[in-house]
């Protein structure tokens, strides 16, 4: 059990450029969420996963979002476009089942949009 | 709709000294679940507690304590003797049951602990 990974742990794009970002999850937890943090904030919901089904995204996830896992592993979550308000850390998380347990987090991707 | 919050943006303490932080939760839902996150400067979230609604037993746990009162909505949580290591951004979260797991974060504590 290595942990939730996410890659990269930091990205500088510029203002239009896309990124995507990766999370390997703990392997035999079957939900993976994705979260938002900004400076002095805490994190808020984008998208969640049950499998490879993803079962509710945020109002915050605009259309430039969009968030995919494959087979119920890996998830990558991309933005296109990219706009200075972006600039966040991506927290990526899993779970075994949905209230039993809590989340185990991954270190997060930083992104600077400039 | 339900919201979490966290007071107390900073504290600040010596070390061995006791410390509480404070979390005030929001939600009509009857069945809910609340949660504790401790995020060190190295920027991983670590989980520390769970709790189901319906369980108002305080919880303690080393030098950490948690005390759950339904009646003021309160979820708060305290360290004792506090140590350098301590030092850290703790959020306070809440999940409703019906919601897939989806966590509802406050704004964060941050507990600096001075030698």
């Known amino acids: 059990d290595t942990g939730v990974s996410q890659d990269p742990r930091h990205k500088i794009t510029k203002r239009g450029q896309n990124v995507t970002f990766r999370c390997d999850p703990i392997s035999e937890h079957n939900r993976l969420y994705w979260y938002r943090q900004t400076l002095g904030q805490g994190p808020e919901f984008l998208t969640y996963f049950q499998n490879e089904a993803q079962l509710e995204k945020s109002r915050l996830l605009s259309d430039r979002f969009s968030a995919e896992r494959p087979k119920g592993s890996f998830s990558t979550l991309e933005i296109q476009r990219t706009e200075q308000g972006d600039s966040a850390m991506y927290l990526c998380?899993?779970?075994?089942?949905?209230?039993?347990?809590?989340?185990?987090f991954g270190s997060g991707t930083r992104l600077t949009v400039v | 709709a339900q919201k979490v919050t966290q007071a107390q943006t900073e504290i600040s303490v010596v070390e061995k000294e006791d410390v509480t932080l404070d979390c005030v939760y929001e939600?009509?839902?009857?069945?809910?679940?609340l949660f504790w996150y401790k995020q060190p400067p190295s920027g991983e979230l670590v989980f520390l507690i769970r709790?189901?609604?319906?369980?108002?037993q305080n919880e303690i746990s080393g030098r950490y304590s948690w005390n759950f009162q339904k009646s003021t909505s309160s979820f708060n949580f305290t360290i004792t003797a506090s140590q350098v290591v301590d030092s850290a951004v703790y959020f306070c979260a809440l999940g409703l049951t019906d919601s897939w797991g989806k966590l509802q974060f406050g704004a964060g504590t941050q507990v600096v602990v001075t030698p």
């Open positions: 709790r189901n609604s319906f369980d108002e």
């Open positions: 939600t009509r839902d009857t069945t809910y679940y």
């Open positions: 998380a899993s779970s075994p089942g949905v209230w039993d347990y809590g989340y185990t």
